[in-house]
């Protein structure tokens, strides 16, 4: 309320009156269909709601009606941008309920699908959120790679968006020949890639006006709306899955965890950046240490955990993304509670807003990178 | 393989009979062994092994339990009487649930075993609504705990132990904290409700604890547990100490919650989904409205008793109406405006 009177414009002889505005859930800008209702003094936000379900189709209650192997395709078409993240997620967790103990080659194959993974969705990430802010050409350099990303997975697992790359226990099968080769191929390019889309951004006017100082988060109020991902790590907190509690194979890579410094747009853009870089520097190590072996461990084909429950998070391109099992014993799981980072993080989307322009609501929705298959489940 | 088949289905018919009959001789020795092992062999039996091989494995567990009951029972009763009183009405106890899970096939006998069943898990406390009779003997067995410890296989849930944050939690809330376990290493603690608020302050601010995230929160509805029907389920970090922490607590339906909103921020859009889903109220919560589905939506569909397959015509008749379109310009416009 402190900040609304602020906002407020003195005595003056015109009077003026809050606004009403409706944003989405058909607008370009809110990737999908989020509905953001907005409470406008001129043009400045004094208060905003979003209303998000339009998309929900009850994956939770499925998953309780299934068993454990139908439930994989599902965590395909939560954050249908980064499949193949979602697939480990719920895999592992699985594994863990299990005590599988996946060979080594799939641990290896599945952080390359994992990176290149992220690499692809942060890539739709930039151009959307760029055209979002007035640059259209990043958004076709951007989707130049990531189809060669989308290649590979339709050359290895049959689809592109919603790549169904894991099964409990490892892969369901060897990657093809040429596959090193490809990736490899991609990992040659890809760094000067980066490097022009930061030519385009980085230092572009129009850019900076629009993302520095818009949308600052304080590390301490970051944490307690319990943001994850490159939203956190942008205020400077160093809470990456990968290094904190490293699953699959992660420990054995080097790489580092890129953090801001003010916790803006900014910097939000400067850590995706960053970790698109580290990403492919991953995947170059998983390939060149690609170990010899099967790629899938013996599980049974009646999928039975014991009786008992088990949550189990990975560093998902949007955050953490988490599965929290409850089994009963039987052949399906008696609860599957999905913790989807985009949904989670979307509730700063208020709090940075507040304050801001009606255009600043665009890049701050784009800032969060949501995903609505992920948000409305 | 049509040769077996007739076979197996042969030998039911034969061997039905003597099984009906061999039942009350069979219920008196099986139970005390059912220990820990029994309850899964059970199962598989059910489960995997067509009926006619049933009635031999339950010949065989015979078989092999006077010998080893025999040693046990016998010094009881030279020793002392007193001694072997107790004993047995432990394991009368079970005896009734046993009884209708070996002779799976005659159906009356059957029947009067389960209402005793959900007795037995009320006082196990946790326990899932799938498995019937076996685990709450298996609890009652292992002395009042919940089932997975004793169940076959690793032991996936312990009683956490010399870990000194639990220890000092424990020492700080006494009673409040019922249970603190750990599950694949990861670590629960059951609290009251009374004491959750009281509990995530002392989590949050203690400079030792500090868990200053709200990672998830949750609810698991169990409807056999009466009066206990939902778990809400709160999973903290600590990204200073990098450590998880699971708390539960347990609420009869209608009952609520205390929000833990006031505390961590983060949680204010997992309580409305909890309240969503499950329609679980938290009390303090700011602004407790529906979330994914709409404001006027009949039930909560992660309750048990909701169907997967429900469709609400009422709902959809009444939100989603086809009009005709009419393509003059003018009168939408006219149209839009009435609306407005």
């Known amino acids: 309320m402190q900040e609304r009177e602020g906002l407020k414009p003195q005595e003056t002889l015109f009077d003026t009156e809050e606004m009403m505005l409706n944003m989405g859930p058909q607008h370009p800008s809110t990737h999908g269909v989020l509905r953001v209702l907005l409470k406008l003094d001129g043009e400045t936000v004094v208060d905003l709601d979003c209303d998000i379900g339009y998309l929900h189709r009850g994956v939770e209650k499925i998953a309780e009606h299934d068993t454990y192997a139908m439930i994989t395709p599902y965590w395909d078409r939560l954050d249908y941008v980064a499949a193949v993240s979602g697939d480990l997620c719920y895999v592992e967790g699985v594994e863990k309920l299990l005590q599988v103990e996946v060979p080594r080659r799939a641990e290896y194959l599945r952080v390359i699908l994992t990176e290149l993974q992220r690499i692809a969705s942060h890539l739709l990430w930039l151009g959307t959120h760029a055209i979002d802010i007035g640059a259209v050409t990043v958004l076709l350099y951007c989707f130049r790679e990531r189809e060669e990303i989308l290649k590979i997975f339709e050359d290895f697992i049959g689809a592109r968006l919603t790549a169904h790359a894991f099964r409990i226990g490892g892969l369901w099968w060897d990657v093809y020949p040429e596959f090193e080769k490809r990736v490899r191929d991609f990992l040659k390019i890809f760094p000067d890639r980066v490097d022009e889309y930061e030519t385009l951004l980085n230092t572009n006017r129009i850019w900076l006006s629009r993302t520095v100082g818009i949308g600052i988060l304080p590390a301490e109020e970051a944490i307690n709306m319990s943001l994850t991902g490159p939203v956190l790590r942008g205020s400077g907190v160093n809470y990456d899955l990968r290094k904190a509690q490293p699953y699959s194979a992660y420990s054995e890579f080097d790489f580092e965890v890129p953090l801001g410094e003010n916790g803006d747009t900014y910097d939000r853009y400067l850590i995706r950046m960053a970790e698109m870089r580290q990403s492919a520097f991953i995947v170059e190590q998983a390939l060149d240490g690609l170990p010899e072996g099967p790629v899938m461990a013996k599980v049974p084909k009646v999928i039975k955990p014991p009786v008992g429950e088990v949550y189990h998070a990975i560093e998902a391109p949007k955050g953490e993304l988490g599965v929290y099992l409850v089994s009963d014993g039987t052949g399906k799981p008696y609860r599957m509670r999905i913790r989807p980072p985009a949904y989670i993080n979307l509730q700063s989307l208020k709090r940075m807003s507040i304050g801001h322009l009606v255009a600043d609501v665009v890049a701050l929705i784009g800032t969060i990178d949501i995903v609505l298959g992920e948000v409305d489940r | ?340």
């Open chain 2, 1 to 340: 393989m049509a040769d077996e088949s007739e076979d197996k289905v042969n030998k039911p018919t034969t061997e039905g009979p003597t099984t009906g009959a061999d039942v009350p001789e069979k219920a008196q020795p099986l139970p005390p062994e059912a220990g820990s092992t029994d309850p899964a062999a059970e199962i598989e039996a059910k489960t995997e092994l067509p009926a006619g091989e049933k009635p031999k494995t339950e010949a065989k567990a015979e078989e092999a339990l006077p010998g080893v009951e025999k040693p046990s029972k016998t010094p009881a009763i030279e020793g002392a009487s007193e001694k072997g009183e107790p004993a047995t009405p432990e394991k009368v106890a079970p005896t009734p649930p046993k009884e209708g899970a070996a002779s799976v096939k005659p159906a009356p006998p059957v029947k009067p075993a389960p209402p005793r069943t959900p007795a037995a898990e009320k006082s196990a406390g946790e326990k899932p609504a799938g498995e019937k009779p076996a685990p709450p003997k298996a609890a009652t067995a292992a002395g009042h705990k919940p089932a997975p410890p004793a169940k076959k296989g690793p032991t996936v849930t312990v009683e956490i132990t010399g870990d000194p944050l639990i220890d000092k939690i424990k020492q700080r809330f006494g009673e409040a904290v019922t249970e603190a376990v750990a599950t694949f290493g990861q670590q629960i603690i059951r609290v009251k409700k009374e004491s959750l608020i009281e509990l995530c302050l002392y989590l949050k601010d203690d400079d030792e604890t500090l868990f200053d995230m709200c990672t998830d929160l949750t609810a698991i509805h169990w409807p056999e547990r009466a009066g206990q029907e939902f778990d809400v389920v709160v999973m903290l970090y600590s990204v200073a100490n990098n450590r998880r922490l699971r708390i539960k607590v347990a609420l009869a339906d209608g009952e609520a919650c205390p929000s833990v909103t006031p505390i961590w921020e983060g949680a204010n859009w997992m309580e409305r989904e909890a309240y969503d889903m499950f329609g679980l109220r938290f009390e303090g919560h700011p602004d407790l409205r529906r979330i994914l589905l709409p404001p006027d939506w009949p039930g909560h569909p992660l309750r048990k008793e909701y169907p997967i397959e429900y469709r609400d015509n009422e709902w959809t008749d009444k939100h989603i109406e086809y009009r005709e379109v009419d393509y003059d310009t003018s009168l939408i416009d006219v149209k839009y405006a009435e609306r407005r």
